[in-house]
């Protein structure tokens, strides 16, 4: 029974984002989120104007918090009205933190437009997924970038979420998501992040080290169970795992390329100005549309794989702890 309970908020909340995706017409905590964000960059950058570094740090700790303190207080109040009441409640949330439906919903938009000759309608897709200028990509370059997200968000969106809920629940995977959003929306390098971001970025990039990395070898592993080229995929893990300006961004990108047989990365433009970046994977290959389908097989396998490995730890670790 106590085993149940530990692990049915993870497979419970994972079935829910299968059968609902991300819920577009209903709150959504993550959105919360970065709705807090926005205004408490607003309010600090106010109130300390000549010290971005500090206003940055002030601001993610405020939001880090409240963040985790929220569903914590939830999920007390819930547990002590009924465990399984409880339980089904973290499970909801843990739905919320992670995001494989979406993902696969939002890249597979770029997939249909491309597969419908419509590059506008694929550029704009791939431009609600990626933080790069997507004015400036051909057919290609935005099949690339949608390929790139799937890839790199396999960890950030479905198994990192999932290790961190898997250690404390679903209020640790939210301290996770909140690092994660505010990276995503703060964490530029660029002059207006640069100082006031720094905090944000580096969290997000501690926090991340461990996930990505396992993320890539689980990744490998799904290679071969799909029968893509595992071989090549380890190859080109090893020698491009560290191409990117993140530590971790390209640990997931080196696998995917290499499974696929195609090159990712490379220069992009962001917020019009061009920052130049090394490639991923050798260009055996044009990338093709196919490729995106086969980018979202990757991240599928991957997150069940991981899902049944972290409810095993759970319920192994939590079950001799408590």
Request: proline share 3%; aromatic share 10%.
């Amino acid at each position: 029974m106590k085993i149940i309970l530990l692990v049915l908020p993870m497979i419970f909340g994972f079935v829910l984002d299968l059968i609902l995706g991300d819920p577009y017409s209903l709150p959504h905590p993550i959105r919360l989120i970065g709705t807090m964000i926005s205004k408490l960059e607003k309010f600090f950058r106010k109130k300390i104007p000549n010290n971005e570094r500090l206003s940055g740090t002030l601001l993610a700790v405020m939001v880090l918090i409240v963040s985790t303190v929220v569903p914590s207080v939830i999920l007390l109040l819930c547990y002590r009205v009924n465990v399984w009441f409880g339980a089904v409640i973290e499970g909801i949330l843990f739905y919320y933190l992670i995001a494989p439906k979406c993902l696969k919903t939002e890249s597979m938009k770029v997939y249909t437009a491309i597969e419908n000759n419509d590059t506008e309608a694929a550029r704009y897709a791939v431009s609600m997924i990626v933080g790069r200028d997507t004015n400036v990509l051909d057919e290609n370059g935005i099949i690339k970038a949608a390929v790139e997200t799937v890839a790199e968000n396999t960890s950030d969106g479905v198994t990192a979420p999932m290790l961190y809920t898997m250690l404390g629940g679903a209020s640790l995977g939210f301290f996770y998501k909140a690092a994660n959003t505010m990276d995503s929306m703060i964490g530029y390098k660029n002059d207006k992040y640069l100082n006031f971001g720094r905090f944000a970025a580096k969290l997000d990039d501690v926090l991340n080290f461990i996930p990505s990395r396992f993320t890539a070898i689980v990744m490998i592993l799904s290679a071969y169970i799909l029968k893509l080229d595992g071989k090549n995929a380890f190859k080109i893990w090893k020698r491009d795992r560290l191409n990117h300006a993140s530590p971790n961004s390209a640990q997931t990108e080196a696998v995917c390329a290499g499974s696929l047989n195609v090159m990712l990365a490379g220069d992009a433009y962001y917020f019009g100005k061009l920052y130049k970046k090394k490639t991923i994977g050798d260009n055996i290959r044009p990338v093709q549309n196919d490729d995106i389908r086969k980018a979202n097989r990757l991240m599928y396998c991957t997150a069940v794989i991981t899902l049944v490995m972290c409810t095993a730890v759970r319920a192994v670790l939590w079950g001799v702890l408590l």
